[in-house]
């Protein structure tokens, strides 16, 4: 016991002693140093954090309401009654209809918040709650975070917002990302309301498809409008906006399925819809519809011949009109949601696809042409690149043909293209290959209003359109040489205009060359002696064309040809074959169809053009469509030259174009060896232009060569079936006098066999023929149908004699009736002198 407080009492004083005591103070210091530390060091976490957190604050954009709601919208087109919807123009990130939250049925509304942000009508931005939920679950997960907990303002202004500002390649650029995200939630929440936001997000989100928002999902899914969505139908589109690709309700309609189960589940426990709703919904066939309405909608076609035109041409004139950049030209038309509204009209196009593609309008003889393209990317990574001409240049080094790209069938076609192939084939090549075949000889029509310079419609080809954007021969694809329809605009135009000449004008027809030296000739290879101007247009004579463009000039040629709207004509086109239509590149087809419809519509030009107007996104006019209008010749030179073209049609080389209710003025144009075939003509109602002939040049000689007013009356006939009828007027400034057929001079009576012709007002000639004795007349009658051998030939045998080449008949549709021949005087006299009056 004794011993027990001896020890205590001596544990007691080692307490006490004073080195106890000063090892105990200087623990007690060690730990408030260290918790002084710690709170320096939370306090510098903290104020680093704070600075942090500042700074990521402070680089956030600036935003607005403006710049959380969505921009890029769909492009539509129009038909020409205003209404009729015929294409979409979509670029990727652009499919989308903006519908307000009043055209959104409340199911639908209510479907995105159950599924998506449950306290969003609560929450002021960003949802505590469902942090801590997403972060809870996360933990309990091992770390695997699975669940969002982004609101959908969040989701809004990540969408649209932060796609401009932040590329997330790390963690700590994703933290700062969904810091400013938050932040900019909370900041856009006290300048939108609930509904402001809820809108803007609904017509954000992509939902499958290449649909952007609920209206493009809505049509895209079930073809309706979003307004007319059941619950179901809701809950479908609700549920795909978690993962577009997994959720499409086309490609995965069972995993679709789940996700509009949990939906509609959200809705019934948040109280927006009850029992009843729900029981219906969850029964409801919905992806039996989906899968109708993919068969009926299924994949997108190609654009249309007309549609191709109308882009190209909408992205130049917001370029040369409106001082747009190409890539913003590009972006308003495919992504800047606007409304054109075109020229089509849907019936006459019908008619003019109908007669584009019927077989009966085309040669015997058809083919199977190529247009190919081959990428070859070899094993060590070099690239290669082959085209159509590889292919010729094959065909005629190996086998000795110089029309390589045409086959008899698409077999054939396709088994020369693997024979080449081979030849170029190395071990590990990868290939990317474009084969187009096309039925060959082809065609392409321009149909246009004259008054306005409208087209109606446009067909840039024969057989089936497999691409946009594919060689479109009656716009800007394919320009062609126009042979003798260019005699009118080039030279008989500036001669009746500008050079003081009449329809009465004579002109010998006879052996002649270019000033070169040149060799020149008729298509029939014989010459009419003295004949009108009127004479050599309906016959269409070589030598009277080129005698006229000498008295003309190349230069007022040219300038008059360029008056009418050819784009395509260059300078070294001032010689004299520009009376022939032989020019250094061609015309397009769109643009001489306007050429002519200047004629028609009493010499006025009007730009050719395939839409009316164009309203930008807000309804404003951005563009309308007539750029031009222009007085290109007098009406009295148009009238002259209508009433010419008439005869070309009714006793010239246009005859198989006469329509039986309505009169036709045109021109006919054949090149050498017949590879381009033109027939241009207009109604009172419509210009047409129809050209005709092989992609390769090929020679239609002996094949068939009439195929072209086969397909301009098909149309033009259907076109005019129930119109009224019109006639050609003449202007006040045209008047008619008798004149001398044989020198053009006012006719003297009972001496000279008469014609009444019309003139230009002060173009009368005032000089009176002498008169004719009956030999004279006898000899002028045989002169007229002899060659330089002194035989007798027939001016036109063949109907089409025109250009520079001897004429072939061709071998299918032989039309005796339409188509005299020497050997038949009682046929030829009258087709001869037809188109005259005579008074004596």
Known sequence: MNYGKRKASKRQKEITSKNAMQGKRFGVRLFKAFLLLLIVACVSVAAGGIIFMKKIIDDSPDISPSDVRPSGYTTFVYADDGTTEIEKFVASGSNRVYKSIDEIPENLQHAFVAIEDERFYDHKGIDPQGILRAAFVGIKNGGHFTEGASTITQQLIKNNVFPNFVSENTFSERIERKLQEQFLALDIEKQMSKEEILESYMNTINLGQNTLGVQAASKRYFNKDVSELTLSECAVIAGITQNPSGYNPITYPEENAKRRSK?????????????????????????????TVNSQIGEDSPYTYFVDALSEQVIDDLISRLGYSESQAYNALYSGGLSIYTTQNLALQQICDEEMNNPDNYPWLTEVGISYALTVTRADGTVENYGSSHLRQYALDVHGDDQGLLYSTEDEARAFVEEWKATIAQEGDTYVENLT?????????????????????????????????????????????????????????????????????????????????????????????????????????????????????????????????LSSLTDEDEVESIALGGLTKGVYNYELCAAFATIANGGVYNTPTLYT??????????????????????????????????????????????????????????????????FCAFTPYYTCAVWGGYDENKSLTNIDTQYRFRIWKGIMSRVHANLEYRDFTMPASVEQKTVCELTGYL??????????????????PDEVCPGHGEEEEEEEEENTNQNPDGNTTDPNPGGDNEGNETSNPDPPDPDPEQNPTPEDPTAWLPYRRGFYRINS
């Open 263 to 291: 939906v509609l589940s959200d809705m019934l426990d948040q109280g927006y819809i009850d029992q009843t709703a729900y029981d219906e919904a969850i029964a409801d066939d919905v992806y039996t519809r989906i899968q």
């Open 747 to 764: 006719a003297r009576a009972g001496s000279c066999p008469a014609v009444t012709e019309y003139f230009a007002s002060g173009t009368v």
């Open 437 to 565: 075949l096309t039925p060959q000889p082809q065609a392409a029509v321009t149909l246009m209003d004259q008054t306005n310079g409208q087209i109606k419609a446009m067909v840039g080809g024969r057989g089936s359109k497999t691409t946009s954007q594919s060689l479109n021969r009656a716009y800007k694809g394919s320009p062609r040489q126009p042979g003798s329809c260019f005699k009118i605009l080039s030279t008989y135009a500036p001669a009746l205009d500008a050079c003081g000449k009449t329809l009465a004008t004579i002109i010998r027809d006879e052996p002649w060359h270019y000033s070169n030296g040149a060799p020149l000739k008729n298509a029939s290879g014989g010459y009419l002696g003295d004949i009108t101007m009127r004479k050599a247009i309906e016959q269409s004579q070589n030598v009277c064309a080129v005698k006229m463009v000498d008295e003309v000039t190349p230069t007022l040629a040219l300038q008059y040809a360029r008056n009418f709207g």
């Open 613 to 678: 107007k164009i309203l930008d996104h807000d309804g404003n006019v951005l563009l309308e469509g007539n750029k031009e209008t222009k007085t290109v010749i007098k009406d009295s030179t148009a009238a002259l030259l209508t009433s010419a073209m008439q005869d070309v049609v009714t006793y010239g080389t246009g005859r198989n174009a006469q329509l039986d209710n309505m009169p036709v003025a045109g021109k006919t144009g054949t090149t050498d060896h017949d590879k381009d075939l033109w």
